[in-house]
């Protein structure tokens, strides 16, 4: 079955760059999601990545995909208070394209 | 509307008692999804309807919860016998269709944050 692993906490300065790290075990999978989720909201859709990609660039985000080892990255550059949130990664499997799995979430603290 | 909306936004109630959370999908949206996040943890999927009809109801928990859609918009989904465990935050998502990628994105809603006592 699908498994999502992620760090729980990230602190980082104000204006660095923010790395934020995922593995999942599902092999067949067709998309990965990046969300965020501010206190007392819903998520939100950052990037997504297909498969067949090695990395996405929208703006201060990147995304970096390793296929072989089953390893994806979100960066954010010049990191902002307002990017203090939790980080979901998400992906969904080629039978059920549908369902989407979730990793634990990892807390970015972003920090004068 | 502008996203997709939940209500009410925070519930309580008491164990054993019934519950409905109603969710409204983005305006033209086929597909529908109920997703539970407790505490600490990512959303877990629960539900998800292709228009009026279940088409995977493979996450929920047990037979004390169930979900409709039945004109394929709004979705409730209800709750009987609430135990303790229950409390968490219930999200809807909703999307064009149901396939991965930009076109199929699920949005979600704030959510309802349910706590029994």
């Known amino acids: 079955g699908e498994d999502v692993e992620q760090s729980l906490f990230l602190s980082v300065r104000e204006g660095d760059s923010s790395v934020i790290n995922c593995t999942y075990t599902?092999?067949?999978?067709?998309?990965l999601y990046w969300y965020k989720q501010e206190p007392g909201a819903g998520l939100q859709l950052l990037t997504y990545?297909?498969?067949?990609?090695d990395m996405k660039q929208d703006q201060r985000l990147t995304v970096l995909l390793n296929k072989k080892d089953k390893h994806l990255s979100l960066r954010i550059a010049d990191t902002q208070t307002g990017d203090s949130a939790i980080y979901f990664c998400a992906e969904t499997g080629r039978s059920n394209d549908y369902k989407l799995s979730f990793g634990a979430g990892t807390t970015v603290t972003v920090r004068a | 509307g502008a996203g997709v909306s939940q209500t009410p936004s925070n519930k309580v109630t008491e164990k054993g008692k019934y519950v409905e959370l109603r969710c409204d999908p983005i305006?033209?949206?086929?597909?529908l999804y109920w997703y539970r996040q407790s505490l600490g943890q990512g959303p877990e999927f629960l539900i998800y309807f292709q228009g009026t009809g279940a088409a995977d109801d493979s996450g929920l928990p047990n037979d004390r919860f169930f979900a409709v859609r039945p004109e394929g918009s709004v979705s409730t989904l209800k709750i009987q016998r609430t135990e303790r465990g229950d409390s968490a935050v219930y999200l809807c998502a909703s999307s064009l269709g149901t396939s991965g990628g930009p076109d199929y994105t699920q949005y979600f809603g704030p959510g309802t944050r349910l706590t029994v006592l």
């Open positions: 305006s033209g949206h086929t597909a």
């Open positions: 599902d092999s067949s999978s067709t998309y």
């Open positions: 990545i297909f498969s067949n990609m």
